[in-house]
């Protein structure tokens, strides 16, 4: 008789859908996005004071076209986790050793892609924008030159990532990345404060990335002991079907590409880099928001996978309401703040060169509500494999704002408020209608019942603290840093209090206690 495979010893034993790792995930997840949000602070603040603003504004031209060359991956990366998690449920060893191995192949040949674009777009800069960036053009070609090929190279080594989050490890995934980041980071600030430009700035972003992957590859074996990337697993029908799942990917992730990226060159294009950099540090603020409901809705694709697999509609049903509701609860309090503090933010933050941003970060921080509110459906609907009509409704949304955003500043010569609010409204409505009724016809759910579990009590909650931010900002706003903190006190107090009661679940309050009590009693304090 066959000896069944171990597997324990295979890397596949465990928890299969991730539920039991979602909290730390997400803890470590958010812990991870921290360096980043930190370094986001800083960094722009540092060029332009060591340098000035114009290198700013190319060093965000530089991650614009390094966004445009990751549309060269097809929406495949995204895949990966879904089906190595789909195998790994299902026990199968070889499964997830053909997928990586197949998608490292696929993925071999776009970053060979990228490089050759990187070399073309670095010759043509010198043509099609030489007016434009003038006495910052040498600099521009080493940063076009060296951004996009750290995307190579992670585009490359992509698979290895896969693994870790497919099985889980979002904290090993996480700490790596930020690990990474932090080293780039520090390596950054050296170069400014020892008078480097933009070149030293790209190189060291290049060698961070380099090193940061070759981290992760040795990762993923230690986290998965039986993982062979070999050419005899590679396999054209398992690539096709990772293409096929990264197509339907890939729209949505056209459409965010060419609204976050588009628009900034317009405004290089009529504008200039001064105003690009203008519109760009709301812009990052808004991502960061972005970014940490990403963070926390990320953890939600393989798991959706494999309760898919396992035929769990109750909690898939469940996941989505509570999901959302977290991340409605976690996304308010910040648009609200900076709608109502963004003034301060980046007076404190940017200095008195960037009072112009203030209405175009309400702008943007109000549009993009819904987006981020909607994040833990979009990842629901990857690991449903039901992303594909929501994404092309969105590429629509985002050509739309394309548009707008080109008749706003190159017909009617309007400035960088309507600019965001052409930007804005298009893909507010798709996320606030469209997404939210897609995910509950799939889940067979009704839209009232969805949008009243999820929505109503975090709205509730959150009104007492805008009101409290409105009044501080009324009261103290001639002083940014002083609005600020009373501000992020005040609110504070009230938000903590109204989420411990209305928000947390009994069982997560009960655990918090708990562990509470764990800390007081392993310090020897005395009990209450």
Known sequence: MAQKPDK???GLAGDLTGRERMVRNVI???AGESVFIVAGFIMPRMIDRYIDQESLGVW???WSLVAYFTLVQVGIVSSINRFVARHRAEGDVDG?????????FVLAIMGLVVFVLTVAATLALPVL????LADHLTEARWVVFLLPCSLAVQIVFSGYGGVLTGFHRWGLHNAILAGGYAVVVVGMIVVLLTGGGLRGLAAVTFLGQLGQWLVRVVAAHRVFPALRVRRRFVQWLTARELLAFGGKSFVPQVASTLLNQAVPLLILYYLGPAALALYSRPRSLVQHVQTVINRFSQVLTPTTSAFQV?????ELRELLVTATRYAAAISLPMI?????????????????DYPDAHWVLVVLALGNLTVVAQMPVWSMLYGLNAHGRPGFVNLVAALGAIALAFLTLGVWRQGLVWASLSVALPIALCNGVYVPLAICRKLRMPIRGYVAQAFRMPVLCVLPFGLVLFGTRAALGDRPLTALLVGMGAGGIVLVGLYWRFILSESLRGKILARLRFRRAATGAPPE
């Open 28 to 30: 470590t997840s958010w």
């Open 8 to 10: 324990s010893a295979a």
């Open 96 to 104: 997830v050793n053909v997928v990586v191995s197949s998608v490292t």
């Open 336 to 352: 609200v703040f900076l709608t109502f503090m963004g003034a301060p933010v980046l007076a404190v933050w940017m200095g008195k």
């Open 310 to 314: 396992l035929n769990k509609q109750e």
């Open 129 to 132: 924008l030489k007016e434009q």
């Open 60 to 62: 965000d031209f530089g």
